[in-house]
């Protein structure tokens, strides 16, 4: 489609392009946002609130540490694996600003999965939490890593209410496995060496990479979808002007400075990325971080104490809150904003979501090779229920059949998108860039979608065979490639299945070996191997799968039987 099919089609308030000159870096971005909201809340987490001005001067002394007590040149990668805590924040935009490189990292990954990562991407350094030191340990002689940079839970509280926090984390709840790494230094001291120390000037490029987002292999590694400058304030800038829709009032939706944003979707994921550290900064707004959003009730007592305007979630956090007694209890009054993304939103949630609270869930649609936000819906009364809604302004789509040609308005096919907001490629893999990206700059989403006559898009299947976990994805043949190591494994073979709660499961069919494997080995072996989201949730014995004559499995047939 021509980008300007979509122009007489978007609500009142969004501007039909956006200006891809208006910043330099995120960088500028992120100094000019401080200095314009200094006094404003920026961040909040665990009772402690930064503002606009102490993020700056955290993010500044990490910086300064990063240039003047390291030999790390700009381009360097540092990886960050933490969950919501306000260090993230700190590191992140610090090491930006020192010039090097983001390599965000799931806290919850195994050694397996962190080796891979940490290798493929070259880190040199890495923040952690001290909660993973266990891990770090392990996995720290396969890595390029020299740096490491370890935080604790209460770093940014005062100190007696700090060394409590730290104290209660490692020595009641255990939640601190023992393990040995003398050449770390402390988030705390890192702050107070980097403190006054002057940050050498960047010659940075909306072309420059900003951040290694690491998004699962079809081959069953993760690639790096290397993320620019550019990339990333071009993506920030469609999701604010998308948030420029009027409202009933004349006003639009989003107000500079003056909302509270509910963030229980991890930053390092790439949806949270892009819309708490970007696009609620560039507006001045407030984000409140949720650590741990699967302790329902400790997420409902801290919704208690913010009027909060806008949440971002996904199915099974909607159905996780609405099942929970006190939510009822929560007040909505100033709530205008649910954004639900990562993985599709089931119709009777977002009935029920509405009913509860008096606020539409506005789904959107996109892929970490997209910074992420390709399409979204109008807010309110516009938005489309079981559409992924319009392209953001500045993208253009197109659907294409199998040979690569292009389909009219109301057919299937692969679903290609262009604009400034997606990748400059995977790092260091150009046959799989090639694959995906050619050379007029379209990215093939891997998603099977219609553009419908009067501009909504909707996703109808999926190309790939990846299984969407609770807005993560997961790729079976990663899956597989590990279960298929196990000793007592002949064959198998993974599919999604629908699932109420997380959107979709992993199912793994095994065929056992002659002497025979146990339901509990294969989980406890699953456990141990895989992240959360990626362990299987079912798991059958079958004495053979069905296969293609050359021995290809047909997952797809074991899709039709499940």
Known sequence: MQADFWNDKRPTGVPLDIDLGAYKSVIEVFERSCKKFADRPAFSNMGITLTYAELERYSAAFAGYLQANTDLAPGDRIAVQMPNVLHYPIAVFGALRAGLIVVNTNPLYTTREMRHQFKDSGA???VYLNMFGQKVQEVLADTEIQYLIEARMGDLMPSAKGWLINTVVDKVKKMVPAYHLPQAISFKSALRLGRGQPIRP??????????LQYTGGTTGLAKGAMLSHGNLVANMQ?????LGQLGPDGHPLLREGQEVMIAPLPLYHIYAFTANCMCMMVTGNHNVLITNPRDIGGFIKELKNWRFSALLGLNTLFVALMEHPDFKTLDFSSLKLTNSGGTALVKATAERWQTLTGCRITEGYGLTETSPVACTNPYGDKSRLGTVGMPVPGTTLKV??????????????????????VMKGYWQKPEATAEVLDAEG???????????PDGFVRIVDRKKDMIIVSGFNVYPN????VVMAHPKVANCAVIGVPDERSGEAVKLFVVAREEGVSLEELKAYCKENFTGYKVPKHIVLRDSLPMTPVGKILRRELRDIA
């Open 124 to 126: 040199r350094a890495l």
């Open 202 to 211: 960047l010659h940075v490029s909306l072309d420059d990479i900003a951040v």
């Open 400 to 421: 294409i059949n199998d040979e690569g040609v292009e389909q009219p308005l109301g057919e299937r096919g692969e679903l290609c998108i262009k604009g400034p907001q």
């Open 238 to 242: 469609q999701a604010r002007a998308c």
């Open 478 to 481: 990663e899956i597989e490639d």
């Open 442 to 452: 379209w990215f093939k989403s891997g998603d099977i979608g219609v553009i419908d």
